[in-house]
Every structure is written in structure tokens, then in C-alpha cells.
């Protein structure tokens, strides 16, 4: 049984846990815990099965995937938390050592094995091999009636004052183009106070809508940012601080030419 800890309000453990399980194990059905609110949508966890963080002690996984925090996300992770048995794999992202290494208690878990899912500065835990993530194709089209299409897409799941700023920055970056685009969020809900002329659809996943839109805009989190490379050129970042994610510093790389 693979089970993958991915602790985190928002949508972007879980989807990296997706292109994880796809690319490594083929979309196995794995045991994923998570409290996040996203869970709730059938959509996001697909073929996998949902429990809370509180019931690891009771399985007995023969493979457990820790996302980004070698920890968790308050350092409730030790190696006393490792069932007897259990291989253990760390999917490590970009994270603000210097903020989450308070956490790290005196009997951390020993990786088995450590993907770097991206280009990390340093990996305090050992030795990282790169992994290139791929994600499951959806099963239908996500937005059919092809809303997206030549749109300017603004692509976050919240909090509801970052999406109405990457609108203003939207409407900023079209006026320094001379540009009337249509604007449309692509977001898990419609936030209130959606400003007039501003569409909203709410497709899961939304990365085969890139294609189709003249830009795209959006913070500098992991997935969206990897998700964007192939069209570099229309991707529009406005990067927020995190708890322990470094959005700044992946948005800065992203920009890079080449």
C-alpha cells in the first residue's frame, strides 16, 4: 500500500501527490492524508482514497511519500512515525530552510529516497535526484464550450484577496500592452466582489486550457509554474509570500531566458 502525507490547506500538495503517483507508479491507487478543503472535490483526488493525517499510525503502508515538508507541516513528523517496514520517499520542492528548520525535530525521518521535483539550491536532508512530474490527462475536456479559448486566463484556487490582486495585475500588464483582452479566473469558487467583465469557469485540471489562452496569470507556485513551461512566453507571474514556500526565488529561475 503507498500512502502519501500531504498536509496543506491548499490545492497544491495534492495535485503534485497526482503527478507524483501518475509518473511513479503509474496511477496506482495509493491512500492519500490530507486535511485540505480541496479533497472535497471528486475530481482532485481521482482513483486515490482519503483519510486524515491522524490515521498513519494505524496503517501499515509498504511505501510512504512525504510532499515538501521532510516534517510536516508543523514538524509533526519524526522517524517514530514511520511504521516498521516502510520505505520512505520525500517529494522536495523549493522551501524556505531558514523559516521550517526550527521544525525539525532531533529524530527526523531517514529518506530512503529523495526526488527533487525541482532545482533546489541545497537538500539539508542528503543527496536529491531530479524527478520531471507529469500529470494525469483529464478525463473529458475541462472547459468544452472553449471559454478559455484566446482568453486571458488568472489561474489561482485563493485566498480571495491574491485573486482579485493578480486581476488588478491582469488589467495592469493589459494596459502596458495596449491590449482589451477577456478576462476570465479559472478558480475552485467565484470569489465575491468579482469585478464586471470577468468571466469565471472552475475546470480541474487546468493546465490543458494553457494552450488555448493568449496569456496567463498567475503567483509563482509550484505546479503552475511547471505546468506553464512549455508556453513561457504568454505566463504572466506575480509572486506572494509564503509560510515555507519560496515563490519568489522559483519565479526569478521561470524568467530566465532558455
Known amino acids: 500500500m503507498i500512502v502519501c502525507y500531504a498536509q496543506g490547506g491548499g490545492l497544491g500538495h495534492l495535485t503534485r501527490i497526482r503527478a507524483y503517483l501518475h509518473t511513479c507508479h503509474g496511477d496506482t491507487p495509493a491512500t492519500i492524508l490530507s486535511t485540505s478543503p480541496f479533497t472535497s472535490d471528486p475530481r482532485v483526488l481521482g482513483p486515490h482514497r482519503l483519510l486524515p493525517a491522524s490515521a498513519l499510525p494505524s496503517?501499515?503502508?509498504?511505501?510512504?511519500?512525504?510532499?515538501?515538508?521532510?516534517?510536516?507541516?508543523?514538524?509533526?513528523?519524526?522517524?517514530?512515525?514511520?511504521?516498521?517496514?516502510?520505505?520512505?520517499?520525500?517529494l522536495a520542492r523549493l522551501l524556505r530552510w531558514d523559516a521550517y528548520r526550527p521544525l525539525m525535530p532531533p529524530d527526523p525521518i531517514r529518506f530512503d529516497r529523495i526526488w527533487a521535483v525541482e532545482?533546489?539550491?541545497?537538500?539539508?536532508?542528503?543527496?536529491?535526484?531530479p524527478l520531471s512530474l507529469t500529470d494525469p490527462a483529464p478525463s473529458a475536456d475541462p472547459d468544452p464550450a472553449g471559454v478559455a479559448d484566446g482568453a486571458w486566463l488568472i489561474v489561482h484556487s485563493g485566498p480571495e484577496a491574491e485573486i482579485h490582486e493578480l486581476i488588478g495585475y491582469a488589467r495592469d500588464r493589459a494596459d502596458l500592452e495596449g491590449a482589451r483582452p477577456r478576462l476570465v479566473l479559472v478558480a475552485?469558487?467565484?470569489?465575491?466582489?468579482?469585478?464586471?467583465?470577468?468571466?469565471?469557469?472552475?475546470?480541474?485540471?487546468?493546465?490543458?486550457?494553457f494552450a488555448r489562452a493568449e496569456r496567463v496569470v498567475t503567483a509563482a507556485g509550484f505546479n503552475v509554474v511547471r505546468q506553464l513551461r512549455p508556453w513561457r512566453a504568454k505566463h504572466l507571474m506575480l509572486p506572494f509570500p509564503r509560510r515555507w514556500d519560496d515563490q519568489f526565488t522559483r519565479a526569478a529561475r521561470a524568467r530566465l531566458p532558455g
Not at 533546489?120 to 536532508?125: F, G, H, T
Not at 475552485?188 to 490543458?208: F, Q
Open 59 to 90: 496503517l501499515r503502508p509498504s511505501l510512504l511519500v512525504v510532499d515538501a515538508f521532510p516534517a510536516g507541516i508543523n514538524g509533526e513528523l519524526t522517524a517514530a512515525s514511520v511504521p516498521p517496514g516502510t520505505a520512505t520517499v520525500h
Open 119 to 129: 532545482e533546489l539550491d541545497r537538500s539539508p536532508l542528503g543527496d536529491a535526484s
Open 188 to 209: 475552485p469558487h467565484r470569489p465575491p466582489g468579482l469585478p464586471p467583465g470577468v468571466g469565471h469557469i472552475d475546470p480541474y485540471p487546468a493546465w490543458p486550457l
